[in-house]
């Protein structure tokens, strides 16, 4: 599986983005995705997860204003990002992964593929 996530780019405090993650492969429905983010000196750090069934999970930080979704058709998981703040500001990069451990779905070591990540600036 091969990842690109595209949709970045630099928004107003309050504003909303749409990320988006093209995967190529025939068994991309059958992975777990997520989405995780990492800011200047910090690591990398759990955002979102969709399973392949459709069950969403989030970080605290973001729940109530993230949603993660994914089309299957057209092999995308996507994240769409409302009330955006200043510290939401990062490098976002999308995963995938089979038969994943819920429990281990916001560990990066947990994920086999990973896109080249999507800059997020969010200015206040």
């Known amino acids: 599986v091969q990842l690109q996530a595209f949709g970045g780019g630099s928004v107003q405090a309050g504003d909303s983005l749409r990320l988006s993650c093209a995967a190529s492969g025939r068994t991309f429905s059958s992975h777990g995705m997520g989405w995780f983010r990492q800011a200047p000196g910090k690591e990398r750090e759990f955002v979102a997860h969709i399973r392949s069934g459709g069950s969403t999970y989030y970080a605290d930080s973001v729940r109530g204003r993230f949603t993660i979704s994914r089309d299957n058709a057209k092999n995308t998981v996507y994240l769409q990002m409302n009330s955006l703040k200043p510290e939401d500001t990062a490098v976002y990069y999308c995963?995938?992964?089979?038969?994943?451990?819920?429990?281990?779905?916001?560990?990066?070591?947990?994920?086999?593929?990973w896109g080249q990540g999507t800059l997020v600036t969010v200015s206040s």
């Open positions: 995963a995938a992964g089979l038969r994943l451990i819920l429990s281990t779905i916001r560990l990066p070591a947990t994920y086999d593929y």
